[in-house]
């Protein structure tokens, strides 16, 4: 198996020396691991592609590279410059640092990367590590992800059907805030939405005087609906939703076909 593996925390992030040994793992002996992920964090971007500017991309070492670019760019990066148009079998990204449940999954580079994959016609998967008060005491904060990230990601690959539909799946999937000895299980789960919560900007002063607004992080504590993804989270489960690019709003469309 040929792994393409990418990343919104940047080629040097902890979690993606997790994922790097989750996709060895899954590869096997004979498979192949190949790393394009951003030089620099590109949290927060979402789906973000470089349409307007060329990119910079370096060897860092075998089979790793790393793109002045979004993970959207590295996947793209990955398939079309690295491998040279040799497309891999799956599509990893991650394992992000803090979840990526509810509406974070809206603003979420390790998504954006996954859903490039799928976007290219890739099984495509995000992985995240939840952070929490239960969590945060141990050494390596990643430990659940890196107990049970391969397991997760070969029972995905298992159970997903062959279709051939243009916006294919992809699967985000967020570990709990728990140690990996108490992971309760996996579950199949909507997203969810904190109520009540909300990015916003925050103004600062520089020393200099001068205006700046920082974005302000909400409570992720928070649950969502219950059965849904942050609620199950916090539950200590293995959350697995699956998603496609498609904004349409399906369960709106009788209605406005009747009134517009």
Known sequence: MRILVTNDDGINAPGLAVLEAIAAELAGPGGEVWVVAPAFEQSGVAHKISYTHPMLIAEMGERRYAAEGSPADCVMAGIYDVLDGERPDLVLSGV???????????????????????????????????????????????????????????????????????????????????????????????????????????????????????????????????????????EGWISVTPMRADLTAHDALDHFRERL
């Open 96 to 234: 992000n640092r803090g979840n990526n449940s509810a509406e974070n999954a809206l603003y979420s580079g390790t998504l954006g990367g996954a859903m490039e994959g799928a976007l290219q016609g890739l099984p495509a998967i995000a992985l995240s590590q939840f952070y929490g008060p239960r969590i945060a005491h141990l050494e390596n904060r990643f430990e659940p992800s890196e107990r049970h990230g391969a397991e997760t990601v070969r029972r995905i690959l298992a159970a997903t059907p062959e279709e051939d539909r243009d916006y294919g799946l992809f699967f985000n999937v967020n570990f709990p805030p728990v140690p990996a000895d108490e992971v309760a299980g996996l579950k199949v789960a909507e997203q969810g939405f904190r109520r009540g919560t909300a990015f916003r900007t925050e103004p600062h002063l520089s020393p200099s005087g001068r205006r700046f607004l920082w974005m302000r992080g909400v409570n992720q504590q928070v649950p969502s609906a219950p059965g849904t993804d942050a609620a199950v989270n916090l």
